[in-house]
């Protein structure tokens, strides 16, 4: 999930009643909850380096309780530099179990997702989603924005009345916002579940989805509508799409189906790559495809030489368009590698930058 949500997520905890336990509950919540995307450091390495270690050791049961314990330091460093003590007592194990659940909301809110994530991770390098929220659930941030923010309103309005302003505020509110983002989940994860449902039943008047059998259905989520799911059909030969509206139990195709390209040389140099390596272990709907000479975009590396070939590895789960984010030129999380003649590896790059 974004980080706005993961941050209001930790807040929210703490005001829920973790904040009752020991001082400081709600700052370690809300720094755990978003600590694991330390791993963005990795990135100054270099495009690649970085989705390699993009929710790796970080993001995993095995890395929560150092996550978790690195942010009690840090909340240690705050309390023995304030000059005021806090208002009720500092338990310090509690601090580490608080900030330990905050850590482990995350790894739950990036489950959610299309992206995943690898919790069993070094044991188990399986990648895991739910494939139920978009990265970015406008519905989920609003029950954390008034669970947090209608408590202070609320506040103001008890001081100029009574002048007291209670230890412990917004915990009811606080509640229910945790209560709707969970119901939004269990919505979202029947409609999920229905939509791959209308898919592989194939209810278009015209016949069945596909014409061909199916290997497996995925849906993928709209940001907005939770009754609205981009549905991708894999056969043998095959990608197909629709557009699933489980409200009205309906199916709207979604393009021209894209063919499974042949493996040439090229590709199979590109997928023993430092990139195609990275980019294969996580994606779960591949799709690596030879274009010939063509450039890399947003780039500034040259232009392949004439007997180069230019390789593009894409994700079908990211290959359509939630906020008109992305293009057939450039979709969301593409990898690209340029192979020689010999087929060496000559450059990758992803997102507009080259892995040196």
Request: proline fraction near 9%.
């Amino acid at each position: 999930m974004d980080p706005l949500t993961h941050l209001l997520t930790g807040a929210t905890l703490g005001r829920a009643g973790l904040n009752r336990t020991t001082a400081y509950a709600t700052l370690a919540a809300t720094l755990a909850a978003e600590a694991p995307d330390i791993d963005v450091v990795a990135s100054f390495a270099g495009p690649v380096t970085g989705f390699a270690h993009h929710r790796g050791i970080t993001h995993t049961f095995f890395g929560a309780p150092f996550m978790a314990l690195a942010v009690t330091l840090i909340v240690f460093a705050f309390d023995k530099l304030r000059r005021n003590r806090p208002p009720t007592p500092v338990r310090w194990l509690r601090v580490w179990l608080v900030a330990l659940l905050a850590d482990l909301s995350h790894l739950l809110l990036d489950y959610t997702n299309s992206y995943g994530l690898r919790p069993f991770y070094p044991f188990n390098p399986r990648w895991y989603s739910a494939d139920i929220v978009f990265i970015i659930d406008p519905l989920i941030l609003l029950f954390l924005i008034l669970g947090l923010a209608l408590p202070a309103i609320f506040g103001l309005v008890d001081r100029e009345m009574t002048r007291k302003r209670p230890l412990f505020p917004g915990r009811g509110l606080a509640t229910a916002a945790l209560t709707g983002m969970v119901l939004v989940w269990a919505l979202r994860n029947a409609e999920h579940a229905h939509a791959i449902a209308l898919a592989r039943a194939g209810t278009l008047d015209a016949g069945p989805l596909v014409g061909e059998p199916l290997l497996r259905v995925a849906a993928e989520p709209y940001p907005l509508d939770p009754f609205h799911w981009h549905v991708i059909a894999e056969t043998k030969y095959r990608y197909e799409f629709a557009d699933v509206h489980t409200l009205t139990d309906t199916i709207d195709p979604g393009g021209d189906p894209t063919p499974k390209p042949p493996v040439t040389p090229a590709v199979a140099a590109a997928k023993q790559s430092y990139l195609g390596r990275v980019y294969l272990d996580w994606s779960s709907w591949p799709l690596t495809i030879d274009l010939g000479v063509a450039p890399i975009p947003g780039t500034d590396v040259d232009p392949p030489q004439p007997a180069w070939h230019t390789v593009r590895f894409t994700d079908m789960r990211f290959a359509y368009s939630r906020l008109g984010l992305g293009d057939d030129d450039a979709p969301v999380l593409a990898g690209w590698v340029y192979v020689d003649a010999l087929g060496q590896i000559e450059t990758q790059a992803m997102n507009g930058r080259v892995q040196h």
